[in-house]
């Protein structure tokens, strides 16, 4: 990794795993300027999951797009972008450990959200089937 000051190489002063999420905590130190500071450090998903579209087509998974929808779903409430996105990582993680490098239809991946959705919140589970007809 490079110093994002000055470009010179760096080291890792703490690393730490972050279970819930997947990610890895890097706090970095510059050798050359002594600039601190930190990264995290996720698996790129478009490139570990496909989609495949009712129409056959396979396309890479964005977190992205599962995050709005979720968002979407929980307008109704004052924390939704908290919540969508613990929610995108739990959907996320259960479609990992049932369907890993494999292609992932629309349909699981709607009926994974709902049912994610349907625990959290039933007010936006109901509003997310309405607009993906899980």
């Given at each position: ?57 396979i ?45 992932i ?28 007809k899980?």
């Amino acid at each position: 990794m490079v110093c994002i000051y000055c470009g010179n190489s760096t080291y890792v002063t703490n690393s730490r795993e972050q279970r819930r999420h997947g990610h890895v905590w890097r706090r970095r130190a510059c050798k050359h300027c002594g600039a601190i500071f930190t990264t995290v450090e996720s698996a790129d998903l478009s490139l570990s999951l496909s989609i495949t579209r009712p129409d056959g087509s396979i396309e890479p998974f964005s977190r992205d797009t599962l995050f709005m929808s979720l968002v979407q779903a929980l307008g109704h409430r004052s924390d939704a972008i908290d919540a969508a996105s613990a929610l995108a990582a739990t959907v996320i993680a259960h479609l990992l450990k049932t369907r890993p490098g494999a292609s992932i239809e629309v349909a699981a991946i709607r009926s994974v959200a709902y049912n994610t959705l349907q625990r959290f919140d039933r007010v936006a589970a109901i509003s997310y089937a309405a607009y993906h007809k899980a």
